[in-house]
């Protein structure tokens, strides 16, 4: 018979443990598996010793998870300490598809440059 679900003592992210790896990936803005790889590097030196360590297929899909629920209503200073590790995964995620914009702009002709510049972004940056 073919066991289903998870594996035995597998544990779920605690808040703290999402919060840390929004301000990991906000820190390295991963575009690939080598980035996410760095990411998975640093929120493993980082963690508190009790919590399992994570691969970096497992912070990647539980970050998409995070910007994939709806964005939490009211501002972010007022939100539940449930719901910040939403608000703060879509801002990287923004921030994230922003620096893969630039990238992808800057190696492009001088005609995407100059409509990146009209949005107010320099490509420099």
Request: aromatic residues 8%; charged residues 25%; contains cysteine.
């Amino acid at each position: 018979m073919v066991q289903r679900g998870r594996r035995a003592g597998y544990h779920n992210y605690s808040v703290k443990e999402q919060m840390l790896l929004c301000t990991v990936a906000a820190e390295r803005k991963p575009l690939g598996r080598d980035m996410w790889e760095e990411v998975a590097l640093e929120y493993n030196s980082r963690k508190a010793r009790s919590w399992l360590e994570r691969d970096f297929d497992s912070l990647r899909r539980k970050f998409r998870n995070l910007y994939g629920k709806p964005k939490p209503t009211g501002n972010n200073d007022g939100l539940p300490p449930k719901l910040r590790p939403i608000a703060l995964a879509l801002e990287v995620q923004h921030a994230i598809e922003m620096r893969g914009g630039l990238i992808l702009l800057t190696t492009a002709s001088t005609e995407a440059k100059t409509t990146l510049t009209c949005y107010g972004t320099s490509p420099t940056s």
